[in-house]
């Protein structure tokens, strides 16, 4: 469960499946070592399924700090409670350009896509790729999608868009291979905020669809 991974970090690994009482584990954990404040540790990054540990080999060895975690796998983790954060979307058109491929490719209208969207209540299970960008579990299988053959090289920040079964959106521009369906008008990464995502890992998303008349009631929030 928990092995080496390079001579400065070590992964704790819970799971091989995206599942939401594993991640909740995940963060649980994670928590509560980075409250512990161990001599050594440098950075704990949560994952789906696992947490790494970057740590100083020169001030706690592999072996000591593998011994300390341990004991953490055994605690009954604690219930963390995340916010729930309701995101603005306008879909399709220039905002979504693969709308119609999804639900084509599903066999379902755009309506359909849109509702099925915006319907359950998302778990951010982790953020990761890029400064903010928000990996949510939860999606209705019925909409899953194969990512783009092709990856475009400029993909605008607030982009929503689905890869497989899961989504997310891009809080910042950059290539990427999602398919995107939406936008949101919400900034949701301000690197001078702290937090500076607008979501946290054990928070919850709710899609919510808006006309473009509607957006400047958002834009740069």
């Known amino acids: ?14 799971g091989n499946e995206i599942d939401e009482e594993i991640n909740k584990r995940v963060h649980a954990i994670a928590r509560r070592i980075e409250e512990e404040r161990i001599v050594g540790i440098k950075e704990v990054v949560p994952t789906y399924t696992s947490i790494y540990v970057y740590y ?3 001030i706690v060895s592999y072996d000591k700090l593998k011994f300390l975690l341990k004991n953490y796998l055994i605690e009954e983790p604690r219930t963390m409670n995340g916010k729930i954060v309701e995101i603005p979307v306008i879909y399709g058109g220039k905002y979504g350009p693969d709308i119609e491929f999804v639900a084509s490719y599903n066999g379902l209208s755009v309506d359909d896509v849109i509702e099925l969207h915006t319907k359950p209540l998302y778990r951010v299970y982790m953020l990761g790729f890029l400064p903010g960008f928000a990996y949510l579990g939860g999606m209705d299988e019925r909409i ?18 689905i890869a497989g079964k899961q989504t997310g959106w891009y809080a910042i521009e950059s290539p990427g291979g999602w398919r995107i369906i939406g936008r949101t008008p919400l900034r949701t990464f301000n690197p001078s905020k702290e937090p500076p995502s607008i979501v946290l890992p054990g928070d919850y998303v709710k899609f919510k669809a808006i006309d473009e008349d509607n957006a400047e009631e958002y834009d740069g929030k």
């Not at 928990?2 to 070590?10: H, K, N, T, V, Y």
């Not at 899953?144 to 868009?161: F, H, M, Q, W, Y």
């Open 56 to 58: 100083d080999p020169l």
């Open 1 to 14: 469960m928990i092995r080496a991974a390079g001579d400065s970090a070590l992964i704790i690994n819970l």
């Open 144 to 161: 899953a999608t194969p990512r783009l053959e092709n990856p475009r090289k400029r993909v605008p920040a607030g982009s929503v868009g």
